[in-house]
């Protein structure tokens, strides 16, 4: 699936800009802040609004409610995840920081299913419609070890919290101000570094493997963003401009760059060639 697509085709131009080959997490939220995450503090239009003000829009409130139905699945998807990965630590240390993460994600997730009963959407009709892409993303990119499993949480996963806080600068303030909270770095980031390059050094080749591995998620992750994206009109429209201040189509491609260079520059963190 081409990741320029918006609607059921490909916005023109936005997939040869900045992305890999067709081929999100799915929609994860990631562990750390990536440097082209820096909020703007010059608010206009409804970002400058609190929820109160910007929910008269019905189309607003559509899209907020989609991307707090989407954030939610993922971090429940996260928790389950990272229990999961849990099984394949090394050692019991190891077992122990992926359950604190694990926790931390499910905290992540109460706040949104609480969000969505506050605005009188009801949490498991709210993430339903993104199940089915985020759980066929999990299974296409299960990993086979404890290092595939740490990339694809370090890299995977950040992509698509890139994606978060890119939208969230076009949100109102008080969606705004829950989504980036519920993007705070766990840990994660700065434990998969440490235990990747540490297996890199002892073995070189592992390098090459996981940096293949890296590359596939960031291909699947996009691919499946995209398709979310496209299956739910509100997001779509707020993407391409359509709800104030939203993206425009250049602006799409701008910020498809932002997130491959993000990623590029976590590749390196971890030692590997993007």
Same mark, same amino acid.
């Given at each position: 699936?081409?990741?320029?697509?918006?609607?059921?085709?490909?916005?023109?131009? $936005?997939?040869?800009?900045?992305?890999?080959?067709?081929?999100?997490?799915?929609?994860?939220?990631?562990?750390?802040?990536?440097?082209?995450?820096?909020?703007?503090?010059?608010?206009?239009?409804?970002? !400058?609004?609190?929820?109160?003000?910007?929910?008269?829009?019905?189309?607003?409130?559509?899209?907020?409610?989609?991307?707090?139905?989407?954030? !939610?699945?993922?971090?429940?998807?996260?928790?389950?995840?990272?229990?999961?990965?849990?099984?394949?630590?090394?050692?019991?240390?190891?077992?122990?920081?992926?359950?604190?993460?694990?926790?931390?994600?499910?905290?992540?997730?109460?706040?949104?299913?609480?969000?969505?009963?506050?605005?009188?959407?009801?949490?498991?009709?709210?993430?339903?419609?993104?199940?089915?892409?985020?759980?066929?993303?999990?299974?296409?990119?299960?990993?086979?070890?404890?290092?595939?499993?740490?990339?694809?949480?370090?890299?995977?996963?950040?992509?698509?919290?890139?994606?978060?806080?890119?939208?969230?600068?076009?949100?109102?303030?008080?969606?705004?101000?829950?989504? =980036?909270?519920?993007?705070?770095?766990?840990?994660?980031?700065?434990?998969?570094?440490?235990?990747?390059?540490?297996?890199?050094?002892?073995?070189?080749?592992?390098?090459?493997? =996981?940096? =293949?591995?890296?590359?596939?998620?960031?291909?699947? !992750?996009?691919?499946?963003?995209?398709? $979310?994206?496209?299956?739910?009109?509100?997001?779509?429209?707020?993407?391409?401009?359509?709800?104030?201040?939203?993206?425009?189509?250049?602006?799409?491609?701008?910020?498809?760059?932002?997130?491959?260079?993000?990623?590029?520059?976590?590749?390196?963190?971890?030692?590997?060639?993007?």
């Amino acid at each position: 699936m081409c990741v320029g697509r918006i609607h059921e085709n490909c916005v023109p131009g $936005v997939a040869d800009q900045a992305l890999p080959p067709c081929g999100w997490r799915a929609i994860v939220p990631s562990m750390e802040t990536p440097d082209n995450a820096t909020e703007s503090t010059g608010h206009t239009g409804i970002a !400058a609004q609190d929820w109160a003000a910007a929910s008269a829009e019905p189309q607003y409130r559509a899209a907020v409610v989609d991307l707090l139905g989407a954030l !939610a699945y993922g971090e429940l998807a996260a928790f389950e995840r990272l229990a999961e990965d849990a099984k394949l630590a090394p050692s019991l240390a190891d077992k122990a920081e992926l359950a604190k993460m694990a926790s931390a994600e499910f905290h992540h997730f109460e706040q949104l299913r609480d969000r969505l009963t506050a605005i009188d959407a009801e949490p498991t009709a709210s993430m339903q419609p993104f199940a089915q892409a985020l759980d066929d993303f999990h299974r296409q990119t299960a990993p086979s070890d404890w290092l595939e499993g740490l990339v694809k949480a370090y890299v995977g996963d950040s992509i698509a919290s890139d994606f978060y806080r890119e939208v969230a600068a076009r949100l109102d303030s008080d969606t705004r101000a829950l989504v =980036l909270a519920v993007l705070d770095d766990t840990g994660h980031g700065n434990f998969a570094v440490e235990k990747v390059r540490a297996a890199i050094e002892a073995d070189p080749r592992v390098g090459g493997r =996981l940096a =293949l591995w890296a590359r596939r998620l960031m291909g699947e !992750a996009l691919s499946q963003a995209q398709r $979310v994206v496209a299956e739910r009109d509100a997001l779509s429209t707020m993407l391409v401009g359509g709800v104030a201040d939203g993206f425009d189509l250049a602006a799409v491609g701008e910020m498809f760059s932002r997130i491959t260079k993000a990623h590029t520059k976590r590749m390196a963190a971890l030692g590997l060639a993007a």
